[in-house]
């Protein structure tokens, strides 16, 4: 072969070679640009979509607090013969239970049937009975979660007048029922409400 005819062999594989060497580096860059492009957009969808996220968040904790504010007792919002009942004996703050504005503590109980009786009928009364059990323990938990002046708890209040437990429980037990309800599952629920004021209510009972 002749020199020329070789040096024109060589020359076309050097351009052969050079041509696949461009289109690899041509789709590198086109592979490259397609992947920076997804990563930009991946980073502001995810930015969006945390934004978004914090936003609700944000307007949820908002509500919340608007409200605990428009529901929050306070002495403006009560009745004034309920106010002036409530003077020196309570300090009237939102505690679950208690209804400053209508003047009553409820508090719900529930029972369950015993598994060692057999008699249906039985069975129904023990487990009403341990609705109601459930219920007095409820009312007088709330009952001691209520402060009195200037910011004590109730079982200090009690105790610098006094005044037992055992009078604060004996008011508790003549809570009135509101409602009493049989569960699918065989369990009872009980719904009791005793007065905060009045001559038979809370107020009494701790002067």
């Known amino acids: 072969m002749r020199e020329s005819e070789i040096q024109n062999v060589k020359a076309s594989k050097q351009y052969g070679v050079g041509r696949r060497q461009k289109k690899k580096r041509g789709r590198r860059s086109v592979f490259l640009l397609l ?4 990563c930009l957009l991946h980073t502001v969808v995810t930015g969006c979509g945390k934004s978004e ?4 968040t944000e307007e949820t904790q908002v509500a919340v607090v608007e409200k605990r504010a428009e529901v929050a007792p306070t002495v403006e919002t009560i009745p004034t013969e309920f106010a002036e009942a409530y003077k020196k004996v309570f300090v009237v703050s939102e505690v679950d239970g208690v209804d400053w504005q209508k003047g009553v503590i409820t508090a719900v109980g529930r029972g369950y049937p015993p598994k060692d009786i057999t008699n249906p009928a039985q069975v129904r009364i023990l487990t009403m009975r341990a609705a109601k059990l ?5 009312l007088l938990e709330t009952i ?3 402060k009195t002046p200037p910011d004590k708890g109730m079982k200090q209040y009690l105790d610098e007048r006094h005044i ?3 009078r604060v429980e004996g008011f ?3 809570a009135r029922i509101i409602k009493e309800e049989y569960k699918d599952d065989g369990s009872a629920e009980v719904t009791l409400e005793v007065p905060l004021t009045g001559v038979s209510g809370l107020v009494a009972v701790m002067k």
């Open 164 to 166: 037992e437990i055992s």
């Open 172 to 174: 508790v037990k003549g």
């Open 35 to 38: 992947l920076t492009a997804y």
């Open 53 to 56: 996220k914090e936003a609700i």
């Open 134 to 138: 459930e219920g007095y323990k409820a």
């Open 144 to 146: 001691m979660k209520i």
